[in-house]
């Protein structure tokens, strides 16, 4: 299904964190600091963009679960690199150790599970989850 991905395969996204990113802390006196959802969709997007290449055609992956510590704050632009490293191939699904680095510290690990899905049946149980056209959402 996944010609040539192996144990081992790696990749890494950089982003510099914009303040939609953040989160304030319970003492506004205090700055604003890198949320944990956006640190997990950073080593998502890396997994996501390591599967990418070794898809056939008509597939995608999706994330099916995810573990994550949120290790230490990370300021408003500050460049984070997040990184995926593949260490389980089990059919359609594949299981990552994640990171996330800023420019000091370690400040995100955890594991992530994609799985390997067709695009014409993710259309066809996704649609009748859509909302109508013209129709508002329910």
């Known amino acids: 299904m996944l010609e040539g991905l192996r144990v081992g395969e790696?990749?890494?996204i950089e982003r510099d964190i914009p303040p939609e990113w953040t989160i304030a802390t319970i003492d506004p006196a205090l700055p604003a600091v890198l949320?944990?959802?956006?640190?997990?969709?950073?080593?998502?997007?890396?997994?996501?963009?390591?599967?990418?290449?070794?898809?056939?055609?008509?597939?995608?992956?999706v994330g099916v679960e995810v573990n994550v510590r949120h290790l230490a704050a990370t300021p408003v632009g500050e460049r984070v690199r997040a990184r995926a490293t593949v260490v389980e191939v089990a059919g359609r699904l594949v299981k990552f150790e994640i990171e996330a680095h800023d420019s000091q510290l370690l400040i995100g690990t955890g594991t992530h599970v994609r799985s390997v899905v067709e695009v014409a049946r993710f259309l066809r149980r996704l649609e009748n989850r859509l909302p109508a056209a013209g129709k508002e959402p329910v």
């Open 10 to 12: 790696t990749i890494e």
């Open 35 to 61: 949320g944990t959802p956006a640190m997990i969709v950073l080593m998502e997007l890396a997994a996501a963009q390591g599967m990418g290449r070794f898809l056939p055609e008509g597939f995608i992956s």
